[in-house]
């Protein structure tokens, strides 16, 4: 059975910091970009940030580059996203997805969700002014 399960999410105040994880299970985690998209109240899913071990590539949308760093322990099959110097904008639903095609175009591309094989249950993050 393939699972995704973020964690990590929480109430923390604008400038600080979170690091959410995604833990992959279920399918061969190396094949796979995981991608991490949030979801406000409202609004459509947008992508993050995505990560491809096996291209070595990495992926921002503008929005959080300098902000938010993409890592990955494959030896542990998880996926992390380092946030700092959060806003209140920042505040969403974290979800992270597994792409078989990679991580080589646009992660901010609106088509991009879509294209996503899994899905996890998402983690709440909340950015307090």
């Known amino acids: 059975e393939v699972q995704l399960v973020e964690s990590g999410g929480g109430l923390v105040q604008a400038g600080g910091s979170l690091r959410l994880s995604c833990a992959a299970s279920?399918?061969?985690?190396?094949?796979?970009?995981i991608g991490w998209f949030r979801q406000a109240p409202g609004k459509e899913r947008e992508g993050v940030s995505c990560?491809?071990?096996?291209?070595?590539?990495?992926n921002y949308a503008d929005s959080v580059k300098g902000r938010f760093t993409i890592s990955s322990d494959n030896a542990k099959n998880t996926v992390y996203l380092q946030m700092d110097s959060l806003k209140p904008e920042d505040t969403a639903v974290y979800y992270c997805?597994?792409?078989?095609?990679?991580?080589?175009?646009?992660?901010?591309?609106?088509?991009?969700?879509?294209?996503?094989?899994?899905w996890g249950q998402g983690t709440q993050v909340t950015v307090s002014s």
């Open positions: 997805g597994a792409d078989y095609r990679g991580c080589l175009t646009d992660i901010a591309d609106p088509q991009r969700k879509y294209e996503y094989d899994y």
């Open positions: 279920g399918f061969t985690f190396d094949d796979y970009a």
């Open positions: 990560i491809s071990s096996s291209e070595g590539s990495t």
